[in-house]
């Protein structure tokens, strides 16, 4: 295609990402809603590459830790990430350190760093409860009944819902603007291993905790927060994906985790159609995709990148329609989804990730100029 008809195209991809995001269709519209950044650029590189992510791959890797400029994805295949993945748990208790052992000030640092490198930051947060200050994990206690409004403990989850909001305030570019993100609160709710999981707590529940958490932070004023559901691969039909759905006005992105379903022989096939359902539910609401975590551990595969994960991410609508996909933490301790150098798995990671079809971070930067018009 010649320039200007990219440009072209552009502009009406801009124009529709801006009204897109500032003007969700249905009733639960809030024209008070400002367009998000995020959102506009991933509308307008849509289609054109899948950006590929890595939780906290500025943070450590494989047998490093915390030094400027690293990365086990540059590492291996040259380049940044285009995604990059924080973890909030321990901040609602005050803590300095994440549960991973990642300082917050050197989080908001890193994440401040990839803002202004062309990325965009996603934040998980793997919530401590705020009556016994026991792990996402500890699920004997019902959790969610008692903090939301009503609830005896309504009070002190609202303090840690204020420690979040005051981490992510603090996320300032050096125009004193604030830096985009997604957050991604209370994933993966499908399955029944964290306290605001599928049997701890009532959909309707689930449903206003998910509210109650989105509408304090934008409350705080956070207008460039995007936020994203995203459920694990316990769903066989849109209407089951929607389960837990708390509502239009709350979501922008439709994401969907899946490790699982790769550890079965030919689960490629469960992968691409549940990515299918979730694109299904996303179009109908006018909303993004996304393959929001995923991974082997150990990359125990030396061919899951391009076989398996390669293979999924080339599926003609997967292709088309999922914005970005995100593998897990590179954690030497506990446990890493991203080889690094001399890895059996890191050559072909490599090749998977030099696809045309993946923007690492230079591709992503690139698309977006395209997108814009601007020459090259
Ligand atoms: C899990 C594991 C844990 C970690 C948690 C939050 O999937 O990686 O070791 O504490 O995510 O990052």
């Known amino acids: 295609m010649d320039k200007k008809k990219i440009s072209g195209k552009i502009i009406i991809l801009l124009v529709g990402a801006s009204i897109l995001a500032s003007c969700k269709s249905g009733k639960e519209q809030n024209m008070e809603t400002p ?53 909030l748990g321990g901040l609602e208790l005050g803590n300095t350190h994440n549960l991973d052992s990642v300082p917050f000030a050197l989080m908001k640092q890193l994440a401040i760093e990839a803002d202004k490198m062309g990325g965009i930051n996603t934040f998980s947060w793997h919530a401590f409860s705020a009556i016994d200050s026991v792990s996402s994990w500890d699920t004997e206690t019902k959790v969610v009944e008692h903090i939301l409004p009503g609830g005896r403990y309504h009070k002190e989850f609202m303090v840690h819902l204020e420690k979040v909001a005051q981490f992510f305030l603090s996320l300032k570019r050096e125009d004193g603007q604030q830096t985009p993100f997604i957050f991604r609160p209370w994933h993966e709710m499908d399955g029944s291993w964290f306290w605001w999981g599928d049997k701890h707590c009532t959909k309707e529940e689930y449903k206003k905790l998910f509210r109650l958490t989105i509408e304090f932070l934008r409350g705080k004023g956070l207008t ?79 061919t899951w990148y391009t076989k398996k994960l390669g293979k999924v991410l080339s599926d003609p609508l997967v292709s088309k329609e999922i914005s970005y996909v995100m593998v897990w933490r590179n954690d030497p301790k506990v446990h890493y989804y991203f080889p690094y150098p001399g890895h059996p798995a890191a050559g072909d990671a490599a090749n998977m990730l030099a696809n045309p079809g993946i923007l690492l971070l230079n591709k992503f930067k690139e698309a977006k100029r395209e997108a814009s018009g601007e020459t090259i």
Do not use: C
Not at 49 to 70: K, T
Not at 273 to 296: Q, V
């Open 224 to 302: 460039q927060m995007v936020v994203a559901y995203s459920p694990d691969n316990k769903y066989n039909s849109v209407n089951e994906y929607l389960k837990y759905y708390p509502g239009d006005s709350l979501v922008d992105i439709l994401g969907a985790d899946n490790y699982h379903d790769f550890s079965i022989p030919g689960g490629e096939e469960k992968v691409v159609s549940k990515l299918h359902l979730a694109i299904e539910a996303a179009k109908t609401k006018n909303k993004l995709a996304a393959f929001t975590e995923t991974g082997l551990e150990f990359v125990a595969d030396s």
């Open 35 to 87: 367009s998000k950044e995020i959102i506009a650029q991933l509308e307008a590189v849509k289609g054109k590459g899948i950006l590929f992510g890595h939780q906290d791959d500025l943070a450590y890797g494989v047998d490093w830790y915390y030094p400027n400029g690293e990365s086990d994805v540059k590492r291996v295949s040259g380049d940044f990430p285009a995604i990059f993945g924080w973890e």
